[in-house]
Nanobody, 125 residues
C-alpha cells in the first residue's frame, strides 16, 4: 500500500532552520506532484508548498515564500522541505501529500490523494 513517512521535525529556536524529509513507497513517485501542508492546534490544515512531478515547478504559500524551499529526488522517492528563518507561527504538524495531477499544482488539501502521518515542528522564541 501507499506510504508517506515524514521525518526531520523537532524543536528549534526562532530564526533557526530545519529540513523535513518525506519518503514514499507503494506508488510510482515520479507521477505524483508532492505537497507539504501544516496544521497548528485548533486550526485548519493549510498549504505550505508544492512541487511538480519533475521538480520544474514549485508553489509556495505567501507566509513561507522566501523562507521555505521544496525539492524532490525522484530516484530516492523523497521530497524535502528546507525551512529557514523559522518563526513561532511556523509551529505546527507538517504533512507531506501526494497528488496525481491533472492540471496545475494543487494548493487545496482536498486535491491530494495520499498523506503521511506528520512530523511536529515547534519554534520557540
Amino acid at each position: 500500500q501507499v506510504q508517506l513517512v515524514e521525518s526531520g521535525g523537532g524543536l528549534v529556536q526562532a530564526g533557526g532552520s530545519l529540513r523535513l524529509s518525506c519518503v514514499a513507497s507503494g506508488l510510482t513517485f515520479s507521477m505524483y506532484s508532492m505537497g507539504w501542508f501544516r496544521q497548528a492546534p485548533g486550526k485548519e490544515r493549510e498549504f505550505a508548498a508544492a512541487i511538480s512531478r519533475s521538480g520544474g515547478s514549485t508553489s509556495y504559500a505567501d507566509s513561507v515564500k522566501g523562507r521555505f524551499t521544496i525539492s524532490r529526488d525522484n530516484a530516492k522517492k523523497m521530497v524535502y522541505l528546507q525551512m529557514n528563518s523559522l518563526k513561532e507561527e511556523d509551529t505546527a504538524a507538517y504533512y507531506c501529500a501526494a497528488d496525481l495531477p491533472s492540471t496545475a499544482l494543487t494548493t487545496s488539501p482536498l486535491g491530494y490523494d495520499f498523506w503521511g502521518q506528520g512530523t511536529q515542528v515547534t519554534v520557540s522564541s
